[in-house]
């Protein structure tokens, strides 16, 4: 039998060629579109994520505006007892302790207290959860700040930059919400009296207050000097901004009296079997502020 001539061996095994380099390109063109339908997949579940995400802070944020005037926003740092409050408040009748962590979210729901309704917010102490404090703070009613008097001495500083920036909060300083400074865990012997609880936020906001302007307006000239700007061209923002954040009067040391937001100091103890008179005293703060 004759062979094939060395042309149609070329023509063959350039065929075959051919076929496998179709191939390849077929495997690729494949492989190009499943990742390009696994890359999409992918995208819309990212912004479903993303939109649900949003749909529930936005949906939580419009409920809590049409509990406007009955939200009781309770802040503070973390571990001094906000969470235990919270739920104190919500279960008045609870015969047992009950067990509260550290929360990792917003706590918000109704609570009836002394013939009133309240919508009762627990904001956690850290600070990523600034923007939901800056949030609710705006439409609160009232706020309790919860600070446990054992560790204040340690904490101060952290403790009145809270403070702080609660009462410089623009709608809290327009609305001239109340605020009662809850100096907790009172059935602790090393517990500081409100007294001194108030005695020391006033030091420690008044050195804190100097160096907050005094930054503000080391900023002013960095601006004025990198921007080749004259120094009054931004006097009057600068002035606005000194003002929506100065707490008291300028050329005098600070203290709560000089605030127009009514402030109260009360001392308490959460735990069952001790003194319960500074729960009930919340809970008549809780109702004369509502109805107020």
Known sequence: MAEPSPLLQAAGSGGT?????IGTLLVVLVGAFVWYLLNQQSAAISSQSMALASGNSIHGLSSAQKKRNNAIVLVGPMGAGKTALWTRLRFPDST?????????????????IN??????????GHQKYRLDRDSYLPMARGIIFVVDSTRLSETIRSTAELVYDVLANAKVQT???????LCNKQD???ALSNTRVKALLEDEIDKLRASRQAGLDSLRDAHV??????????????????ISDFLGYDGKKFSFEDLPNPIQFNESTLILGHDTSGLE???S????????
């Open 17 to 21: 060629g051919l076929y496998m380099l």
């Open 96 to 112: 047992s302790q009950p067990e509260t962590q550290t929360s990792m979210s917003v706590n918000a729901a109704e609570a009836h």
């Open 115 to 124: 013939e009133s309704n309240a919508y009762l917010v627990d904001i956690p």
């Open 175 to 181: 609305n001239e919400t109340p605020l009662l400074l």
């Open 188 to 190: 602790d012997p090393l």
């Open 225 to 242: 000097a990198a921007s080749g700007a004259a120094a009054g061209d931004d006097d009057d923002a600068a002035a606005e901004e000194r």
């Open 281 to 283: 005293l919340i809970e």
């Open 285 to 292: 703060w809780i109702a004369d502020t509502l109805h107020s």
